[in-house]
Nanobody, 122 residues
Framework: QVQLVESGGGLVQPGGSLRLSCAVS????????MAWYRQAPGKEREFVAQ??????????SALGRFTISRDFARDGAKSTLNLEMRSLKPEDTALYLC?????????????WGQGTEVTVSS
């Protein structure tokens, strides 16, 4: 089974930075695309950034301010998906969720974490 656990959220002032991490348990060869989504109170879940192999894609609001990356672990250790966020705005306030698309043994399955809260406020 693939498990995703996010961390790194918190309260930050406008213009500040945060680094979110998503600890991934499970064999990385069974995971394809990974991404960050977010959901603000009363709004639909929205795409933030995606990484597939070394290729990245960002939403318009994240482009130029956020950087997605992932670290592959050695056998037996956890891998991580990261989101470096800079120049944060109040509209970035949301629950940030880690997503992984299953491949090979887990082909066709979607995996989600529980999320980490980010609040941008003065």
């Amino acid at each position: 089974q693939v498990q995703l656990v996010e961390s790194g959220g918190g309260l930050v002032q406008p213009g500040g930075s945060l680094r979110l991490s998503c600890a991934v348990s499970g064999t990385m060869r069974n995971i394809g695309a990974m991404a960050w989504y977010r959901q603000a109170p009363g709004k639909e879940r929205e795409f933030v950034a995606q990484i597939v192999d070394s290729m990245t894609r960002y939403s318009d609001s994240a482009l130029g301010r956020f950087t997605i990356s992932r670290d592959f672990a050695r056998d037996g250790a956890k891998s991580t998906l990261n989101l470096e966020m800079r120049s944060l705005k109040p509209e970035d306030t949301a629950l940030y969720l880690c997503y992984a698309r299953g491949v090979n043994y887990y082909r066709g399955r979607d995996f989600w974490g529980q999320g980490t809260e980010v609040t941008v406020s003065s």
